[in-house]
Antibody, heavy 121, light 110 residues
Framework: QLQLQESGPGLVKPSETLSLTCTVSGDSISSNSYYWGWIRQPPGKGLEWIGSINYSGSTYYNPSLKNRVTIYVDTSKNQFSLKLRSVTAADTAVYYC?????????????WGQGTLVTVST | QTVVTQEPSFSVSPGGTVTLTCGLS?????????PSWYQQTPGQAPRTLIY???TRSSGVPDRFSGSILGNKAALTITGARADDESDYYCMLYMGSGILVFGGGTKLTVL
């Protein structure tokens, strides 16, 4: 049974880098061609796609975040990670990791439980 | 920049049928946008309902169906139940590897 678990600091200071990791269990990131993604949701607001990656490292990013975002895969740990640079209060959100389909347009098939990241001094 | 539009809110009576839509601020939604639909209750992670316009995700009852109606993607819920009261989000593929969520629809069952 596939499980996705986000981990990382719950509090980040403004202008610093937000770093989150998603640990995948019940599936191997390197054994197939699924896309793996990050999605966030500010408190009381809607969902926003951040970006996606596949096992070979092909990435796609939200154009509005592209200059600040890096997503990468560590197949040895069966993890994929998110780095968001120069954060502000507007980056405060619940961050979800997710497994998508074999193609980027397939949408999300499985979701992590989400982790709240607050940007504040 | 094209915006993905959804009704902010909708209500349905228990046992009734409701159709939520997902459109574009400019242009029409077609199957080429591979619309997908997600259900979210407060404090919970979203749940995938529909992908690629009309394919139900594993375990999703056939009360939920997806389609293209006119120039929009649509999610139809038949036999509405109290536990269908949730926020519903659509997501569209805009091309060039870009995915965009709609603003969501808050569905009330009363």
């Amino acid at each position: 049974q596939l499980q996705l678990q986000e981990s990382g600091p719950g509090l980040v200071k403004p202008s610093e880098t937000l770093s989150l990791t998603c640990t995948v269990s019940g599936d191997s990131i390197s054994s197939n061609s699924y896309y793996w993604g990050w999605i966030r949701q500010p408190p009381g607001k809607g969902l926003e796609w951040i970006g996606s990656i596949n096992y070979s490292g092909s990435t796609y990013y939200n154009p509005s975040l592209k200059n600040r975002v890096t997503i990468y895969v560590d197949t040895s740990k069966n993890q994929f990670s998110l780095k968001l640079r120069s954060v502000t209060a507007a980056d405060t959100a619940v961050y979800y990791c997710a497994r998508q389909g074999l193609t980027i347009f397939r949408g999300v098939t499985s979701w992590g439980q989400g982790t709240l990241v607050t940007v504040s001094t | 920049q094209t915006v993905v539009t959804q009704e902010p809110s909708f209500s349905v009576s228990p046992g009734g049928t409701v159709t939520l839509t997902c459109g574009l601020s400019s242009g029409s939604v077609s199957t080429n946008y591979f619309p997908s639909w997600y259900q979210q209750t407060p404090g919970q992670a979203p749940r995938t309902l529909i992908y690629s316009t009309n394919t139900r995700s594993s375990g999703v009852p056939d009360r939920f169906s997806g389609s293209i109606l006119g120039n929009k993607a649509a999610l139809t819920i038949t036999g509405a139940r109290a536990d269908d009261e949730s926020d519903y989000y659509c997501m569209l593929y805009m091309g060039s590897g870009i995915l965009v969520f709609g603003g969501g629809t808050k569905l009330t069952v009363l």
